[in-house]
């Protein structure tokens, strides 16, 4: 709601300007679509890829032995003792934890190497936003989702030539 108030604020400042002779050039960039199919979020995209499926080995891996122990302790169940049993009850318990510890480690790995990455390259894109509004002569340029923008033309939509101007730069 503030984000739309200061919009009208600014669009009512717009045309209220003395100066009308001087053309409003105003814009939008869609920093998502720039982020998702910029060369440098695609490279993103794939290292967390490879990322989780090196996680996911590991994880299958823990998963087998903790159902090998588990069924192995079903098995033996009747024939140990209860100190026996109790034993090998707490073991398991433990590796289970240990395992629920660990792929709660890894989502917390994933999400942080996420958002390093997403937060480099958005850093890079908004550098190249300004450049290609400064260049480009533009009055304003407004991002689409956090602007509130309900509607606006393609032709005011600058996200491919950002993309373009960003790949440029090898980010």
Known sequence: ????????????????????????????VDLQKALNLSAAGKEAKEKIKAKVQTYDAEVKQRQEE??????????QAMLLSEEARNAKERDYQQKVKDYQRFTKDIQETLQQTDADLTRKILESLLKVVQDVGK??????????????????SESVDISD???????????
Do not use: H, N, R
Not at 66 to 75: N, R, S, T
Not at 161 to 171: P, R, T, W
């Open 1 to 28: 709601m503030k984000q739309f108030v200061i919009l009208i604020l600014v669009c009512f400042g717009m045309i209220a300007t003395p100066v009308m002779a001087e053309t409003q050039k105003i814009g939008y």
């Open 66 to 75: 903790l159902k090998k122990l588990k069924d192995d302790l079903e098995k």
């Open 135 to 152: 260049s480009e002569g533009y009055t304003m340029v407004l991002e689409k989702t956090e602007s509130s923008i309900v509607y606006a």
């Open 161 to 171: 030539e950002v993309i373009k101007a960003f790949d440029k730069l090898g980010q």
